[in-house]
């Protein structure tokens, strides 16, 4: 299957609908050549399958989150360019999803492939996303991967402590109980130090 084919066939069948997402995952997921259509489908933004593509490749992140590994600069390349709001979401998930497995004391081969570089355009592009107008669970999955990325990043806690103190008061519930919760971690890791 081609990048077109691949593209019209999502786009067509896939909905908002989890299980229509898990299929179509679990499609790509047992054939490893769509993933790098699917990868860049979901970046090209002028394809009206980019949306719900990009649903699929949220689905794939979380069973094959490796796979992403040898394309990490065309991914941290790109994650910066993404507008629409559909995109950013499962976008700024996978890069939490990064940024916990590469914190993870078990798991050390992420850190072969997530270079310095990739890691400065992931905290570049999420305090894009914190101080822009993005929805609360794109704020919500930035938060985490940038108090994660902090913890070998020196100014990012402090910046993250800046953005949070000032925009948990006038935000949502869920923004608020989240922004919250990421500021007593803060604390605590700053206690440990």
Not at 18 to 39: H, T
Not at 55 to 82: A, C, G, M, Q
Request: aromatic residues 12%; proline residues 3%; contains cysteine.
């Amino acid at each position: 299957m081609n990048k077109e084919e691949l593209a019209n066939l999502i786009n067509s069948k896939v909905t908002s609908y989890r299980e229509y997402r898990i299929k179509y995952a679990d499609m790509v997921i047992n054939d490893k050549s769509l993933f790098i259509p699917l990868l860049e489908l979901t970046f090209d933004e002028t394809n009206e399958a980019s949306v719900k593509v990009s649903w699929v490749l949220d689905f794939v992140s979380r069973e094959k989150l490796e796979w992403f590994y040898p394309h990490l600069d065309f991914f941290t390349d790109n994650i910066s360019k993404v507008k629409h709001d559909s995109i950013v979401r499962p976008v700024s998930r996978i890069c939490e999803l990064l940024a916990k497995r590469y914190t993870s004391k078990y798991e050390i081969t992420i850190q072969n492939f997530l270079m310095p570089n990739h890691i400065d355009k992931i905290i570049e592009t999420g305090f894009d996303w914190m101080i822009s107008d993005q929805k609360v669970a794109v704020k919500a999955y930035t938060m985490e991967t940038l108090f994660l990325f902090g913890k070998n990043v020196d100014w990012v806690h402090k910046e993250l402590k800046l953005i949070l103190a000032q925009e948990t008061s006038g935000g949502s519930p869920a923004y608020k109980a989240r922004g919250k919760k990421i500021l007593k971690w803060i604390e605590k890791y700053e206690k440990r130090r």
